[in-house]
């Protein structure tokens, strides 16, 4: 059955999303290519006054209502009340909206905007018989999408990756919709020479969205001296945005330009563009607050700076454009940066990374960002083959999937979803923290990764919420943070019994004064929690040379060693390190009864205790033969039902080495 037999005439579209351009732009898109295809009849349009929507939507002349809705703050439960009852209003709103309409197809593009629509489509389903498609640009959906789901008939996303995080299994992976003027065959030379680009002049473009950002036009406008002086022909395009009140972009980047760039800038005739050169004039400096034709910049630039919004990424990829992109921080999900990451993943771009500011303000810091920016543009080979890879992830058939999925929608067909779908290594261990740290461990320095959780960490560290602060502790120790070892320790004196034993945990990773570890392991010892004990004991056995003096410590040791009615975990980690502090024969005395203990775990404790006391040396040559004898009197049967029995390997290396 064709779409005109099912649909007889004409077909409405009723588009949602928006508050942003990001969710008003690609609805818009997803109809210019439903035409292509549906015979589209009356569309109309629902947003929130005072939003993108009512600017951009009128003028590509579409009707638009408007109702109430408000986002998710998740903060406070008096800002999550007076949310839910304005969606509630919009929900009561919307209802009229679609009774009168009757739209045989929803698009709704997502944000706390398309909220109220998808959820009355849903109440109205047995009486106004719409599909509802819901568009999911990012690689992490925020909450709304989520929900919307549940409803939805089909999820196109723009990421491999998305899948995992939407609570339905209808998903269509069919990539970005962007407009047809990224995908249309250009003659790049033509487009230079009528921007004036000279032929032999490499163009950088930097660009921060239409309100632009602080972080993008303060790195670049810093940049400027390095690279006059780089002796390269440079054409940098720069669009500072549009924000103003707060932070004014454009009178804040006019004068860091002239006062740290060190560039006189000039009114350019009949625009509202400044320009200015170096003093060689191989430096050639336009400042504008906005592009209005960002595309044929974007088809003129050698190397493009900017944000990693999944549209961005996807016009970046479209072209196939090298770019370093610096993810908007602190957005819902991060979801920024981890489309960046999913990039970056793929050899497609580079990334840095945003970190909070002292003032509150995110910055980059800049010699990081330079030192990347001017290795670009002396390596044309590296920047040829970011984006070919960059080139590689957009899908070119994203109008014929689209297509094939509403045309299925509405003829009751069987869709295409998702079934399986592979995640990069990082976001596997993602939500993981103890996989997460364990895998920043083996990461190299200056990885993608040990970049990314480096600077999650300044922001762990300063929550509220105690499990992410736990969870900042965990990464200080995998990303050998040293210079977090204060804070780590006013955490033990603040912190509850997972933060003080974490603290503990991440110490053992770095290396820390001597004193504050004398500190840590007699208090550590002496806890009310018994993790925290286990884990002090630890800390001692890897310090034993420095505390063997401390006769305290060693009096703690001997006190858990003999304690009735101690934990098993902390027996077991006592029993490791005695031999470390001991003498054998009083080592011997304290561990006598737990050879044939009932706990396989200290046994193999014992095992283990003296494996590290042979490799440190503390056992003399002469004494084997006596070790070996109290060995042998080890029970080493377990009640494991498994093939293998680990304290019999143990014992079997243990005696190997005494022989």
Same mark, same amino acid.
């Given at each position: 059955?064709?779409?005109?037999?099912?649909?007889?005439?004409?077909?409405?579209?009723? +588009?949602?999303?928006?508050?942003?351009?990001?969710?008003?732009?690609?609805?818009?898109?997803?109809?210019?290519?439903?035409?292509?295809?549906?015979?589209?009849?009356?569309?109309?349009?629902?947003?929130?006054?005072?939003?993108?929507?009512?600017?951009?939507?009128?003028?590509?002349?579409?009707?638009?209502?408007?109702?109430?809705?408000?986002?998710?703050?998740?903060?406070?439960?008096?800002?999550?009340?007076?949310?839910?009852?304005?969606?509630?209003?919009?929900?009561?709103?919307?209802?009229?909206?679609?009774?009168? *309409?009757?739209?045989?197809?929803?698009?709704?593009?997502?944000?706390?905007?398309?909220?109220?629509?998808?959820?009355?489509?849903?109440?109205?389903?047995?009486?106004?018989?719409?599909?509802?498609?819901? %568009?999911?640009?990012?690689?992490?959906?925020?909450?709304?999408?989520?929900?919307?789901?549940?409803?939805?008939?089909?999820?196109?996303?723009?990421?491999?990756?998305?899948?995992?995080?939407?609570?339905?299994?209808?998903?269509?992976?069919?990539?970005?919709?962007?407009?047809?003027?990224?995908?249309?065959?250009?003659?790049?030379?033509?487009?230079?020479?009528?921007?004036?680009?000279?032929?032999?002049?490499?163009?950088?473009?930097?660009?921060?969205?239409?309100?632009?950002? $602080?972080?993008?036009?303060?790195?670049?406008?810093?940049?400027?001296?390095?690279?006059?002086?780089?002796? =390269?022909?440079?054409?940098?395009?720069?669009?500072?945005?549009?924000?103003?009140?707060?932070?004014?972009?454009?009178?804040?980047?006019?004068?860091?330009?002239?006062?740290?760039?060190?560039?006189? +800038?000039?009114?350019?005739?009949?625009?509202?563009?400044? @320009?200015?050169?170096?003093? /060689?004039?191989?430096?050639?400096?336009?400042?504008?607050?906005?592009?209005?034709?960002?595309?044929?910049?974007?088809?003129?630039?050698?190397?493009?700076?900017?944000?990693?919004?999944?549209?961005?990424?996807?016009?970046?990829?479209?072209?196939?454009?090298?770019?370093?992109?610096?993810?908007?921080?602190?957005?819902?999900?991060?979801?920024?940066? +981890?489309?960046?990451?999913?990039?970056?993943?793929?050899?497609?771009?580079?990334? #840095?990374? &945003? =970190?909070?500011?002292?003032?509150?303000?995110?910055?980059?810091?800049?010699?990081?960002?330079?030192?990347?920016?001017?290795?670009?543009?002396?390596?044309?080979?590296?920047?040829?083959?970011?984006? &070919?890879?960059?080139?590689?992830?957009?899908?070119?058939?994203?109008?014929?999937?689209? #297509?094939?999925?509403?045309?299925?929608?509405?003829?009751?067909?069987? @869709?295409?979803?998702? +079934?399986?779908?592979?995640?990069?290594?990082?976001?596997?261990?993602?939500?993981?923290? !103890?996989?997460?740290?364990?895998?920043?461990?083996?990461?190299?320095?200056?990885?993608?990764?040990?970049?990314?959780?480096?600077?999650?960490? /300044?922001?762990?560290?300063?929550?509220?919420?105690?499990?992410?602060?736990?969870?900042?502790?965990?990464?200080?120790?995998?990303?050998?943070?040293?210079?977090?070892?204060?804070?780590?320790?006013?955490?033990?004196?603040?912190?509850?019994?997972?933060? $003080?034993?974490?603290?503990?945990?991440?110490?053992?990773?770095?290396?820390?004064?001597?004193?504050?570890?004398?500190?840590?392991?007699?208090?550590?010892? /002496?806890?009310?929690?018994?993790?925290?004990?286990?884990?002090?004991?630890?800390?001692?056995?890897?310090?034993? !040379?420095?505390?063997?003096?401390?006769? /305290?410590?060693?009096?703690?040791?001997?006190?858990?060693?003999?304690?009735?009615?101690?934990?098993? &975990?902390?027996?077991?980690?006592?029993?490791?390190?005695?031999?470390?502090?001991?003498?054998?024969?009083?080592?011997?005395?304290?561990?006598?009864?737990?050879?044939?203990?009932?706990?396989?775990?200290?046994?193999?404790?014992?095992?283990?205790?003296?494996?590290?006391?042979?490799?440190?040396? =503390?056992?003399?040559?002469?004494?084997? !033969?006596?070790?070996?004898? *109290?060995?042998?009197?080890?029970?080493?049967?377990?009640?494991?039902?498994?093939?293998?029995?680990?304290?019999?390997?143990?014992?079997?290396?243990?005696? %190997?080495?005494?022989?």
């Amino acid at each position: 059955m064709s779409d005109q037999q099912k649909h007889p005439g004409t077909m409405k579209v009723l +588009l949602t999303g928006g508050g942003t351009g990001g969710h008003v732009y690609p609805p818009l898109a997803l109809l210019e290519i439903l035409r292509s295809r549906f015979p589209i009849g009356d569309v109309l349009y629902v947003g929130i006054r005072g939003r993108a929507e009512e600017r951009i939507v009128p003028a590509h002349g579409l009707p638009i209502r408007y109702i109430d809705s408000a986002p998710w703050s998740g903060l406070q439960p008096a800002a999550m009340a007076r949310a839910l009852f304005r969606i509630g209003r919009g929900v009561l709103q919307s209802i009229p909206i679609l009774l009168k *309409f009757r739209p045989h197809l929803i698009l709704a593009a997502g944000g706390y905007v398309s909220a109220p629509i998808t959820l009355a489509s849903f109440l109205l389903r047995p009486f106004v018989r719409s599909r509802l498609v819901v %568009d999911e640009q990012n690689l992490y959906p925020g909450l709304m999408n989520r929900i919307a789901s549940l409803f939805a008939h089909a999820v196109l996303v723009s990421f491999p990756e998305t899948p995992y995080y939407i609570w339905n299994q209808r998903c269509v992976y069919t990539g970005y919709p962007v407009r047809d003027v990224f995908t249309t065959a250009a003659d790049r030379g033509a487009i230079r020479a009528r921007l004036g680009v000279p032929p032999d002049a490499l163009m950088l473009l930097a660009y921060g969205g239409s309100m632009g950002s $602080r972080s993008i036009n303060r790195l670049i406008a810093e940049s400027l001296l390095e690279l006059a002086r780089c002796g =390269r022909r440079i054409v940098l395009v720069h669009a500072a945005g549009l924000a103003t009140g707060d932070y004014d972009a454009w009178a804040d980047t006019r004068t860091l330009a002239q006062t740290r760039g060190g560039i006189a +800038l000039a009114p350019v005739p009949e625009t509202d563009g400044l @320009v200015g050169y170096s003093s /060689d004039g191989l430096l050639e400096y336009r400042l504008m607050p906005y592009l209005h034709q960002i595309v044929d910049y974007l088809q003129a630039a050698d190397l493009v700076v900017g944000r990693a919004g999944a549209g961005t990424l996807a016009e970046l990829a479209a072209l196939g454009k090298p770019a370093i992109v610096i993810p908007k921080r602190g957005l819902p999900g991060d979801h920024q940066e +981890l489309n960046a990451i999913s990039l970056a993943e793929r050899g497609g771009c580079e990334v #840095c990374f &945003e =970190r909070p500011g002292p003032d509150g303000v995110d910055y980059v810091v800049h010699r990081e960002f330079l030192d990347l920016l001017l290795a670009l543009l002396a390596d044309p080979a590296r920047l040829t083959r970011l984006g &070919e890879q960059a080139g590689q992830f957009f899908i070119r058939d994203f109008k014929e999937k689209i #297509c094939d999925t509403v045309g299925r929608l509405l003829e009751g067909r069987e @869709v295409d979803y998702v +079934l399986e779908f592979e995640l990069p290594k990082g976001l596997k261990i993602q939500k993981q923290i !103890d996989a997460l740290t364990a895998f920043l461990r083996n990461e190299p320095p200056g990885s993608l990764y040990r970049r990314y959780y480096g600077i999650q960490v /300044d922001t762990d560290l300063k929550s509220t919420d105690w499990q992410i602060v736990n969870r900042g502790i965990k990464l200080c120790g995998a990303l050998q943070r040293t210079d977090k070892v204060s804070e780590l320790c006013g955490f033990f004196d603040s912190g509850n019994g997972f933060i $003080r034993r974490n603290v503990l945990a991440a110490i053992r990773e770095l290396e820390v004064d001597y004193g504050m570890v004398v500190n840590l392991v007699r208090r550590g010892l /002496d806890d009310s929690y018994f993790e925290v004990r286990a884990g002090a004991a630890v800390l001692a056995g890897q310090y034993f !040379d420095q505390l063997a003096g401390h006769a /305290d410590v060693l009096q703690r040791l001997r006190a858990l060693a003999a304690k009735r009615f101690e934990v098993s &975990e902390v027996q077991a980690a006592v029993i490791q390190v005695l031999p470390l502090f001991f003498p054998l024969d009083d080592y011997f005395k304290m561990v006598d009864r737990f050879r044939f203990a009932r706990n396989v775990r200290l046994r193999q404790a014992i095992l283990s205790g003296i494996q590290r006391a042979l490799a440190a040396g =503390r056992i003399r040559r002469e004494d084997m !033969d006596r070790v070996r004898q *109290f060995v042998k009197e080890i029970l080493i049967t377990t009640s494991s039902f498994k093939p293998e029995f680990s304290i019999r390997e143990s014992y079997r290396e243990l005696y %190997d080495k005494l022989s």
